[in-house]
T-cell receptor, first 115, second 114 residues
Framework: DTAVSQTPKYLVTQMGNDKSIKCEQN?????MYWYKQDSKKFLKIMFS???????INETVPNRFSPKSPDKAHLNLHINSLELGDSAVYFC??????????????FGNGTRLTVT | AQSVAQPEDQVNVAEGNPLTVKCTYS??????LFWYVQYPNRGLQFLLK??????LVKGSYGFEAEFNKSQTSFHLKKPSALVSDSALYFC????????????FGAGTRLTVKP
């Protein structure tokens, strides 16, 4: 069973559209994250959710909105897509947010291409 | 705030030779250090971590890392490289003092040649 799963794997869309990426984890973890990996492979944290509460919003445009229906899911909704949003988006989870020694478990990523 | 640097974009080694991927960090409190590996079209996979205790940490696939507090470094090592070790490697840090999440270095691409 896949521990952290994201759908879709690839997403190609036009500027101005609205899209969502889904993420589910079956590890029983308390915290989930979204990371953006740009074309140079640099990873930047976007959000983290702990017990349905948003913990971090790292200078991310408000066109991006995380939605967590329950502890096992953290979806990413993007409004009015722009060319610069093209990247690979990774969902991740960890056992506890304040357990500093907990590693992150990553999904396989969603490659978003905005044309 | 914490930060981590990987000074080499690319590391090339011959199969069977030892490899080192470098990482330095900056934190206000105690460092919690991690190494991850990313294969093409895959997410990051956890390799090993340093929390406290022995400065030499052993992890998956024969990798190990040495924590050096005076040099604020956490270099990843392997005694004998395999072609299958070729991948992108990320160092990451959490700051034990501040309420901050895991921050990643820019990554180092390791290429092991037969």
């Amino acid at each position: 069973d896949t521990a952290v799963s994201q759908t879709p794997k690839y997403l190609v869309t036009q500027m101005g559209n609205d899209k969502s990426i889904k993420c589910e984890q079956n590890l029983g973890h308390d915290t989930m994250y979204w990371y953006k990996q740009d074309s140079k492979k640099f990873l930047k944290i976007m959000f983290s959710y702990n017990n349905k509460e948003l913990i971090i919003n790292e200078t991310v445009p408000n066109r991006f909105s995380p939605k967590s229906p329950d502890k096992a899911h953290l979806n990413l909704h993007i409004n009015s897509l722009e060319l610069g949003d093209s990247a690979v988006y990774f969902c991740a989870s960890s056992q506890e947010r304040f357990s500093y020694n907990s590693p992150l478990h990553f999904g396989n990523g969603t490659r978003l291409t905005v044309t | 705030a914490q930060s981590v640097a990987q000074p080499e974009d690319q590391v090339n080694v011959a199969e069977g030779n030892p490899l080192t991927v470098k990482c330095t960090y900056s934190v206000s409190g105690n460092p919690y250090l991690f190494w991850y590996v990313q294969y093409p079209n895959r997410g990051l996979q956890f390799l090993l971590k340093y929390i406290t205790g022995d400065n030499l940490v052993k992890g998956s696939y024969g990798f190990e890392a040495e924590f050096n507090k005076s040099q604020t470094s956490f270099h990843l090592k392997k005694p004998s490289a395999l072609v299958s070790d070729s991948a992108l490697y990320f160092c990451a840090v959490r700051d034990g003092q501040w309420d901050n999440d895991m921050r990643f270095g820019a990554g180092t691409r390791l290429t092991v040649k037969p």
